[in-house]
T-cell receptor
Framework: AQSVTQLGSHVSVSEGALVLLRCNYS??????LFWYVQYPNQGLQLLLK??????LVKGINGFEAEFKKSETSFHLTKPSAHMSDAAEYFC??????????FGSGTQLTVLP | NAGVTQTPKFQVLKTGQSMTLQCAQD?????MSWYRQDPGMGLRLIHY???????DQGEVPNGYNVSRSTTEDFPLRLLSAAPSQTSVYFC??????????????FGPGTRLTVT
């Protein structure tokens, strides 16, 4: 069984500030981990994925995430927020099967 | 490549009506799936398929049917719509063979309202 917990359903940051979105997972097998972004009225777009090659994963739009096995975490960060980063972000885990289990999402607001 | 396409974009149904949400992909992906998205609950898996002729249930399959007669298409049928099925529905696809390719590609969604 696998599960994902995203801490904070809403996060607000000022433009130019650090973005930190938290994700903790549970998986009985070595996990594959993903971050997806959803802009209003659109589908989900892959930001980045962890597939055991490297613990620090770089994605699109300046985002990165670090896999920490000891903490069962996969937090998403971006050094400097931009107004265009405002969206909903989903963390997801895939174990031995192909099914993705999603967290409940974090709505990111960027304040001018 | 059109990627994953879904029709319709919006639909309003009355309780008890049936309908089919269409999903197609042109990437020759073996794995296809249907999710529903509800506020505060993320995406929940309804049904999935690992290839033509093979389907299985996900987390919330009740009230929905699927079939997979071709690699490209994976329609979702609502048998008798209920207000609890008001949601946004997403279809997704991916390669099935390589774990590193489990990333799924999502369609734009169908927003369904049942009155």
């Amino acid at each position: 069984a696998q599960s994902v917990t995203q801490l904070g359903s809403h996060v607000s940051v000022s433009e130019g500030a650090l973005v930190l979105l938290r994700c903790n997972y549970s998986s009985s097998v070595p996990p594959y981990l993903f971050w997806y972004v959803q802009y209003p009225n659109q589908g989900l777009q892959l930001l980045l994925k962890y597939t055991s090659a490297a613990t620090l994963v770089k994605g699109i739009n300046g985002f990165e995430a670090e896999f920490k096995k000891s903490e069962t975490s996969f937090h998403l960060t971006k050094p400097s927020a931009h107004m265009s980063d405002a969206a909903e972000y989903f963390c997801a885990v895939s174990g031995s099967a192909r099914q993705l289990t999603f967290g409940s999402g974090t709505q990111l607001t960027v304040l001018p | 490549n059109a990627g994953v396409t879904q029709t319709p974009k919006f639909q309003v149904l009355k309780t008890g009506q049936s309908m089919t949400l269409q999903c197609a992909q042109d990437m020759n992906h073996e794995y296809m799936s249907w999710y529903r998205q509800d506020p505060g609950m993320g995406l929940r898996l309804i049904h999935y398929s690992v290839g033509a002729g093979i389907t299985d249930q996900g987390e919330v399959p009740n009230g929905y049917n699927v079939s997979r007669s071709t690699t490209e298409d994976f329609p979702l049928r609502l048998l008798s719509a209920a207000p609890s099925q008001t949601s946004v529905y997403f279809c997704a696809s991916s390669y099935a063979q390589q774990p590193s390719s489990y990333e799924q590609y999502f369609g734009p969604g169908t927003r369904l309202t049942v009155t």
